[in-house]
Nanobody, 120 residues
């Protein structure tokens, strides 16, 4: 079984910054792509950013230029730094990982979510 545990959410003032972390634990062969999604009330879950096993990042247009996704493969951890936060960034942020559980078997896992609220 693989678990993803997020941390770093909370209340942030507009214009502020935050750093989210997500660590994978359990038994697996390797982790391929990792990413962050978010879901605001009444809206569908959307991709925020993802990063491949080769460290190639991909960003949603809404966060491009003010966000950085990175990973530490030795720690099985993915990070998301966001700057110049806006009210529309308020959402529950979910970590996602494509995990090679064993030979010829890969699965997608999700974290439990961490609330980010941008408000003064």
């Amino acid at each position: 079984q693989v678990q993803l545990v997020e941390s770093g959410g909370g209340l942030v003032q507009p214009g502020g910054s935050l750093r989210l972390s997500c660590t994978a634990s359990g038994t697996f062969v390797s982790i391929n792509a990792m990413g962050w999604y978010r879901q605001a009330p009444g809206k569908e879950r959307e991709l925020v950013a993802s990063i491949s096993s080769g460290d190639w990042p991909n960003y949603a247009d809404s966060v491009k230029g003010r966000s950085t996704i990175s990973r530490d493969n030795a720690k099985n951890t993915v990070y998301l730094e966001m700057n110049s936060l806006k009210g529309e960034d308020t959402a529950v942020y979910y970590c996602n990982a494509h995990v090679k559980v064993r030979t010829l078997l890969s699965r997608i896992y999700w974290g439990q979510g961490t609330q980010v609220t941008v408000s003064s």
